[in-house]
């Protein structure tokens, strides 16, 4: 018998290549996309290629180009396979903070309400499978950066006196008692309805809180997608716009595979509930200014920058992840991609265009 993924945004970063791993193992996949960041972010963050790609490659690879927030189609797609999915993986979303200020009733249709109709289905027609949602560490506001910190050449550093100095941000930080981005409350609202399915419901769910979600796989615009879009940005134009915190702030970053192998050993062995942060830990930290210099040395040119002094709405000045409660409870993980190895990819790939 077939085993079957359902894979929501299944073009999209995290999306295809969960798509590519799955069908690796043996998977056929149903893919939703409707390339609706074309729609966000305009001709720069289409992903047409890839579903042209996807199906054009994977036999077992079936497409359907439908809108999350059209209830009866979804609807249609889990009665048509029902039992035999055995996983969702949950990676559609509108993903920036500057697009959901603009149009915030959509972004909630989409990474609220959607995820709604998602769980009700999975409950309803595939209730032994299990589902994943990939959620944001934007669901703890600005909260971090209430923090103390040491303002250094190239990057701010959290104050040692911190108990998450070293290991980064566990899931024990508070959401509460602070500013987010509508994007980070539509997020945090998915978020919670996956948890309380999985608990009230009794349903294998979890959630990733990523940190930086990265690869070559991403269609990085300027309103999305940090360090694809860097690369992409200063190897065309030798320039890059900074956007608040004296490009000091400090993020740390996870490649797309290395994500997608959790959702892997999640499957293996499910929870009901369950709530991850997820993230490339210290290790693959870095601040604008320091991917700024790497780049510089890597591409032997001298980068033009412009900086903004206005910070995004809930933006964070420091982040690092604490992935130890998923190592945890999965120590078979580990991150294989590191800081470098990622650069020279999305190096590479930018050259091949």
């Known amino acids: 018998m077939k085993k079957y ?31 609706y ?10 992903v047409e290629n890839k579903i042209i790609y996807l199906k054009k490659k994977y036999k077992n690879y079936k497409h359907y180009n439908v809108d ?12 048509k396979y029902n039992t035999k999915i055995k996983l969702i993986i949950h990676s559609a979303a509108q993903p920036s903070h500057d697009w959901a200020i603009i149009n915030p009733i959509i972004d909630f249709d989409i990474n609220a309400r959607s995820t709604l109709n998602l769980l009700e289905l999975f409950s309803k027609y595939a209730s032994k499978s299990s589902f994943i949602f990939l959620s944001t560490n934007k669901v703890y506001g600005d909260r971090v950066n209430k923090l103390s910190y040491i303002e250094k050449k190239k990057r701010y550093e959290l104050s040692k006196k911190i108990s998450f100095h070293k290991k980064g941000i566990n899931e024990n930080f508070s959401i509460d008692h602070n500013v987010h981005s509508l994007f980070g409350v539509s997020k945090l609202s998915a978020d919670l309805y996956v948890q309380e399915y999985g608990k009230n419901l009794n349903l294998n769910t979890v959630v990733f809180r990523g940190g930086c979600l990265t690869g070559k796989n991403h269609s990085g615009t300027e309103m999305h997608g940090f360090l694809a879009y860097l690369v992409k ?5 030798k320039f890059y716009k900074i956007i608040g915190y004296k490009g000091k702030q400090v993020r740390d970053n996870i490649h797309s595979s290395d994500l997608v192998n959790c959702f892997w050993q999640y499957f293996k062995r499910p929870a009901k509930g369950v709530v991850y942060n ?10 604008i200014l320091e991917v700024l210099d790497i780049l510089e040395h890597k591409l032997g040119i001298t980068i033009k920058k412009k900086f903004v002094t206005k910070c ?27 800081l470098d190895e990622i650069i020279d990819e999305l190096i590479y790939f930018n050259n091949q265009k």
């Open 278 to 287: 997820i993230g490339g830990g210290r290790k693959n930290s870095c601040s």
């Open 233 to 237: 940005n200063v190897m065309k134009n």
């Open 5 to 35: 993924v359902l894979i929501t945004g299944s073009a999209g970063l995290i999306g295809s290549e969960a798509v590519e791993f799955f069908i690796n193992k043996k998977f056929t996949v149903i893919g939703i996309d409707n390339n």
């Open 312 to 338: 995004r709405t809930g933006d964070h000045k420091w982040w690092i992840t604490d992935f130890s409660k998923f190592k945890k409870d999965y120590p078979q993980w580990k991150i294989k991609k590191t």
């Open 37 to 46: 960041r074309k729609f966000f972010f305009g001709k720069s963050g289409s």
């Open 68 to 79: 999350l927030k059209n209830f009866q189609k979804v609807r249609n797609i889990f009665k």
